[in-house]
């Protein structure tokens, strides 16, 4: 059953559905937000708490016909509600700073050939060198296969806005690897 055949019959609240969306999500969910924070157990919570919010209200959600990148964009509300709550002297948006870029990411980003593979730890370093927001546009872009308007929305942008922290973030790589 396609996502978003699922949803519809999560939002009539059948159970079974239920649970096939939260097995189905859950490890996008979770993979996304080990990125940005280091705490399994605050992105169990989190996922936990979305899910209880989605079954409180299934009757009164909406049809989608992008259930993946519905849930990404609840998780991520609720997870920086809770950095929020747990830092209330600092600005929400500091929190983006934790996104993690792993190495097997960057190696998603280029095929491996000779050249890619003596500039794979210049690439490493260069990422690590990115804030955590250039770090989660190249995750969601390149490795989740976002597109800008999805990207957009999800952090808050603008298209344009999303696609030029792309574009600047590519450049800052190049100049840092080349």
Known sequence: MDDVALWKLFI???EEALGEVYRRFYP??????????????????VIQELFVKLIQNCRHLHPTNNVRFYL?????H?????????????????????FSFEPEDANRLFEKDDDALSCEKKLGQAIARLSGRQREILYLYYV?????????SLLSISVQSSKNLLFRTICRIKEWVL
């Open 144 to 152: 989740k296969e976002l597109p800008h308007r999805e990207i957009a």
């Open 72 to 76: 990404l964009c609840a998780f991520r």
């Open 78 to 98: 609720k997870l920086m509600d809770a950095f929020a709550s747990m830092r209330q002297t600092e600005n929400v948006e500091d929190c983006s700073d934790y």
């Open 12 to 14: 009539r609240g059948e």
């Open 28 to 45: 996008l969910l979770k993979s996304y937000g080990k990125r940005m924070t280091h705490d399994e157990e605050l992105v169990r919570d």
